[in-house]
C-alpha cells in the first residue's frame, strides 16, 4: 500500500519531537500501521530559526493552510494550540476530508462538540490522545481498555507545573513566589503563568476526561475552578503533620445527583500511591465498577513523551482509514446519538471533607465558639491542631479537619466565623479527598 502523508502544523516542542519520533521509529511504526506514514509538509511561523527536529525531506512553509487545503495530505497533526486559527485549520482540514490529529486540550474542551459533529459529518477522524496528561495513554484507556466499566470517577494530577510547585514547597520548605519563578526560569511554567497556576489548563483536561468517561458533552463552563496561589508553607506542613499531601487535582465524580467537575487543592491521605506523584510528572486515577482503581502515570509534557501520544493517535488513524466510519472508535467513547443530558452539580451541591486553617486570638471561649458555629452548620470536627502563638503575637493557628458536609453549609459557616472579632484575616478553606 501506498504511504499515507502527514502534513504537521507546528513545529514548536511538541511538533519537533513527533517529527523525530515518526522519524528514528518509521521501520517499527510501519510494522505497526500496515503501513509507511511520512510527513511530507510542515508549517511554522518563522523557517529560519533552529529546531530540535530533522526538516530534511519536509517542504516547510509559512502558511498551514496551503497544508489543510493540499490534496495529497490524508491526515493533518495540528501542534499550534490556541483556540482561534488552530480552530479555524482542523475545521478545514476536516471540509476537506482530512483526518485530524491534536494535542489542543483548550480546542477539543471548548469546541470539541462543534469539531466531532463535523467530523461525523464527514466520516473523518479527530484524534486527541495528546491533549491530556502527555505521553500517558489515558483517553485510550478509558475509551477501550475500560469500556465495559461504568466509570464511577477520575481524579488527576494533570498540570505538572503546579504538582512541581506543591512538590518543591513540600521537600525543600519554599514559599509559592519563589517556587514559581524557579519554574518559569526552567520553562515548566509561562512567563504568564495564569492557567497553569489558576486551574485552567487542568480544567481543559478535566472537561476531556469527564465527556469520555461519563458519556456526556463537553462542557468546560461547568467545571468548577480553584488555583493554588493562596497554599502557604504553613499549609504543606501541617498536612504532613496530620498525615496528608496537597495535589492539585481535577475531580469529575457521577452521583444520584449528577456530575461533579472540579479542579481545586485537595489534601490527599500520604499513603495513597497518586499522593507520592511528585515534580513535572503527572498521574490519573479511574475508578470503575468492575475493575477497582486503576493509576496511569507517566510524563504530562515534553517533546517526546508528548509526541509518543501524537504518534499513537496517527497509527491508529492509519489503521482505520479503510474502515467504514460507523464501525470506527466514537470519538467521546460513546456512539455520538447516545450522549446524556446529566445533571451538572454546582460546587455549593458537592459533599466532601474539609481542612479548614485560621487565626484566632489566644484567650479562652474562642475554639468553643468555632466549634459551636460548625455544629449549628452540621459539620463534624474528626481532627483539630492548636499551635502555641509566636513570641509577641496574639494570636495563634488554628488547623481543623472536617468529616463530610455540604459545601454550602461550610461556605456560611466560613462567612459566620469570618466575622467574628476573635479571628483574624481569612479562613484557608481545602478540600480533603480519601480516594479509596
Not at 481545586?264 to 503527572?282: C, E, F, K, Q, W
Request: charged residues 25%.
Amino acid at each position: 500500500m501506498k504511504p499515507v502523508k502527514v502534513g504537521v502544523l507546528g513545529l514548536g516542542t511538541v511538533g519537533g519531537g513527533t517529527v523525530n519520533v515518526l522519524k528514528r521509529n518509521a521501520a517499527e511504526i510501519a510494522r505497526r500501521a500496515g503501513r509507511e506514514i511520512i510527513v511530507t509538509r510542515a508549517s511554522a511561523r518563522d523557517l529560519e530559526r533552529s529546531r530540535i527536529c530533522d526538516t530534511q525531506g519536509i517542504a516547510l512553509t509559512t502558511d498551514p493552510y496551503e497544508i489543510v487545503n493540499d490534496p495529497e495530505i490524508e491526515i493533518v497533526v495540528e501542534l499550534i494550540g490556541g483556540e482561534t486559527i488552530a480552530k479555524d485549520l482542523v475545521l478545514k482540514a476536516i471540509e476537506n476530508g482530512k483526518h485530524v490529529v491534536t494535542a489542543n486540550k483548550a480546542l477539543i474542551a471548548l469546541h470539541g462538540n462543534e469539531i466531532f459533529a463535523k467530523a461525523g459529518g464527514k466520516g473523518v477522524m479527530v484524534a486527541f490522545e495528546a491533549a491530556v496528561a502527555g505521553g500517558i495513554p489515558i483517553i485510550k484507556a478509558i475509551r477501550e481498555g475500560l469500556s465495559g466499566n461504568q466509570i464511577e470517577w477520575v481524579a488527576g494530577i494533570i498540570n505538572g507545573t503546579g504538582n512541581f510547585i506543591l512538590t518543591e514547597m513540600r521537600d525543600k520548605g519554599r514559599d509559592f513566589a519563589d517556587v514559581l519563578a524557579e519554574a518559569q526560569a526552567l520553562g515548566y511554567a509561562e512567563a504568564d503563568p495564569t492557567f497553569d497556576v489558576e486551574g485552567i489548563d487542568a480544567a481543559h483536561k478535566l472537561t476531556i476526561l469527564a465527556s469520555i468517561a461519563f458519556g456526556i458533552p463537553l462542557q468546560f463552563d461547568k467545571v468548577y475552578t480553584e488555583g493554588i496561589t493562596q497554599i502557604t508553607r504553613d499549609d504543606v506542613d501541617y498536612a504532613d503533620t496530620l498525615g496528608y499531601r496537597i495535589k492539585h487535582l481535577g475531580i469529575a465524580r457521577k452521583t444520584s445527583e449528577g456530575i461533579e467537575l472540579r479542579v481545586h487543592p485537595t489534601l490527599i491521605p500520604s499513603r495513597r500511591l497518586i499522593a507520592n506523584v511528585d515534580g513535572v510528572m503527572n498521574a490519573v486515577l479511574v475508578k470503575g465498577d468492575a475493575v477497582g482503581p486503576t493509576l496511569y502515570y507517566g510524563a504530562g509534557a515534553g517533546a517526546e513523551p508528548t509526541a509518543s501520544s501524537v504518534v499513537a493517535d496517527v497509527i491508529d488513524v492509519v489503521r482505520a482509514l479503510t474502515s467504514d466510519p460507523e464501525n470506527r472508535v466514537p470519538h467521546l467513547a460513546f456512539q455520538p446519538n447516545a450522549l446524556a443530558d446529566i445533571p451538572m452539580l454546582s460546587a455549593e451541591q458537592i459533599h466532601t471533607a474539609y481542612y479548614l486553617r485560621l487565626n484566632a486570638e489566644d484567650r479562652p471561649g474562642v475554639l468553643a465558639d468555632i466549634t459551636r458555629i460548625l455544629a449549628l452548620h452540621d459539620i463534624s470536627i474528626e481532627a483539630i491542631i492548636q499551635k502555641e502563638p509566636h513570641e509577641n503575637e496574639k494570636s495563634v493557628p488554628i488547623i481543623m479537619l472536617t468529616q463530610n458536609t455540604l459545601e454550602s453549609e461550610m461556605n456560611a459557616a466560613i462567612t459566620v466565623i469570618e466575622q467574628l472579632t476573635t479571628v483574624t484575616g481569612k479562613v484557608c478553606r481545602i478540600r480533603l479527598e480519601t480516594l479509596g
